[in-house]
């Protein structure tokens, strides 16, 4: 429930702002980057982990930590391995002492190693990751998708059974919890530890009806895109058109560039010709971007924006500049007029390859 966990953090964030107590503020700063980030705006939980991390900085020790471990995930999420990377190295699990934190540490290193190519480093610290928030008595993998990981890693290393064995764990336990992303996750997980083509098909079905419509977009995206290469391996390139373009859509709105770059790769073996991916209009701004340009909409300047948000001037600018491009406009004048616009968002524009 994002919509209820967001309001929340804003009230919280504006009695810790009233009271300048900046340890509640990084806690509220942390929560809020994860809840983005879990919504699938990587560009929005990367500017408030970005903000956490400065508010961080002021309190020194241990509160350093945690809104890094947000950032390191965006930024992998993003394709920006070598940024993470960056931030990892000065964000060593070893030194928390919260096995909770520590847990969510080694998950977001195994997540970078993984993506550097690493599968087996990345393994260690997923397995880790369990032991660390078994032994703090974290059960739910709504906090912490370990086995999910662990199981992707292991059935890419050809180690089935494990990989199985894993993914119905985290599949059961989120079942019994309910919710929705964290299902989501374990039915992709499910797929991948099925070497079965149409097994596989079924289970990305499965996880693709469910977060589809929820507000947990990037996880769909994945499900998307991960359900149109089956489809294309199994022969069913037509209807793998249609899922790969609604993958990338999603993709394109949470930022996840390599994803859409995924989707096109996939989309062309598929037999079409994306000349264009992602969507243009209103939809496409990220949260961050949209909130910039309603107040530019409402005559704010860019000085009186960087105020209201606690950002700076120049995020300001980067946020208008994006947003006219998406928006196809070149003045303040233009926004509030583009932003009612009813007109659906361009779809992926394809052409069968003859």
């Known amino acids: ?102 847990a969510v540490a080694r998950c977001e290193r195994g997540r970078l190693l993984v993506a550097r190519g690493l599968r087996s480093e990345g393994l260690e610290e997923f397995l880790a990751a369990g032991d660390d928030a078994l032994g703090a008595g ?39 919890f309910g919710a929705v992303r964290t299902i989501g996750i374990g039915l992709r997980a499910m797929a991948a530890a099925t070497p079965d083509l149409s097994e596989r098909i079924a289970w990305l079905s499965e996880a693709a009806d469910l977060l589809e419509p929820s507000a947990a977009r990037l996880e769909a995206a994945h499900a998307l895109v991960e359900l149109g290469t089956a489809l294309v391996g199994h022969g069913d390139k037509e209807e793998a058109r249609g899922v790969l373009r609604r993958g990338a859509n999603l993709a394109s709105l949470s930022g996840a560039h390599q994803l859409v770059e995924e989707a096109g790769i996939q989309l062309r073996a598929a037999g079409a010709r994306p000349r264009r991916l992602g969507i243009i209009g209103p939809d496409s701004l ?11 909409a409402a005559g704010k300047t860019n000085q009186g924006i960087a105020a209201d948000l606690y950002v700076s001037v120049k995020t300001v600018e980067g946020h208008l500049a994006k947003a006219y491009r998406k928006l196809g406009v070149d003045s303040r004048q233009s926004l509030a ?17 003859s």
């Open 1 to 102: 429930r994002f919509a209820t966990v967001d309001d929340l953090l804003r009230t919280a964030q504006g009695r810790a702002r009233e009271r300048g107590h900046t340890a509640s503020e990084l806690s509220v700063s942390f929560l809020s980057g994860i809840s983005v980030l879990w919504q699938g705006s990587l560009l929005a939980a990367e500017e408030e982990c970005r903000r956490g991390r400065r508010l961080g900085a002021q309190l020194g020790g241990g509160q350093w930590n945690r809104p890094t471990l947000g950032l390191v995930e965006a930024l992998v999420k993003q394709g920006r391995i070598d940024e993470a990377a960056h931030l990892s190295d000065s964000l060593r699990p070893e030194q928390i002492d919260d096995g909770m934190f520590r």
């Open 138 to 176: 974290i059960v739910n993998p709504a906090l912490n998708p370990w086995r999910a990981d662990a199981a992707t890693v292991l059935a890419t290393l050809g180690n089935w059974d494990e990989a199985s064995r894993l993914a119905d764990e985290h599949l059961t336990l989120a079942r019994a």
């Open 286 to 296: 990220t949260p961050a971007e949209l909130r910039v340009v309603r107040l530019a």
């Open 337 to 353: 007029l583009a932003l009612d616009s009813c007109d659906d968002p361009e779809e992926l524009i394809d052409s069968p390859a």
